[in-house]
């Protein structure tokens, strides 16, 4: 079990940049596959990246929407997982989301344990 808190949301203007914390408790993160989703009122929680493994080991797949633009990280130091947000447009304003799994999947059901989400608005 693993309970994951999240930080770093707000607002920004068009062409600025965010980055999303995640800080986990309970049980390391090492033992979980990571992803961010997104999800804007009245439309689907939407994949934005996922990190299979630590930084030595693992390998992340983002959407089409946000590559280039978008990085996942994370610090098993800190127990933290990061969402680095770049060259933002107005259409990435949407609430912001993090999650833990046990298997590396780009579907939001696949994973058991989300952060409470953010707030995440780009001015235009």
């Known amino acids: 079990q693993v309970q994951l808190v999240e930080s770093g949301g707000g607002l920004v203007q068009v062409g600025g940049s965010l980055r999303l914390s995640c800080a986990a408790s309970?049980?390391?993160?090492?033992?979980?596959?990571m992803g961010w989703f997104r999800q804007a009122p009245g439309k689907e929680r939407e994949f934005l990246a996922r990190?299979?493994?630590?930084?030595?080991?693992?390998?992340?797949f983002y959407a089409d929407s946000v590559k280039g633009r978008f990085t996942i990280s994370r610090d098993n130091a800190k127990n933290t997982v990061y969402l680095q947000m770049n060259s933002l447009k107005p259409e990435d304003t949407a609430v912001y989301y993090c999650?833990?799994?046990?298997?590396?999947?780009?579907?939001?059901?696949?994973?058991?344990?989300w952060g409470q989400g953010t707030q995440v608005t780009v001015s235009s």
């Open positions: 999650a833990a799994g046990l298997v590396p999947t780009m579907t939001s059901s696949s994973y058991r344990y």
């Open positions: 990190m299979d493994w630590d930084y030595t080991g693992g390998n992340t």
């Open positions: 309970g049980r390391t993160l090492s033992s979980y596959f």
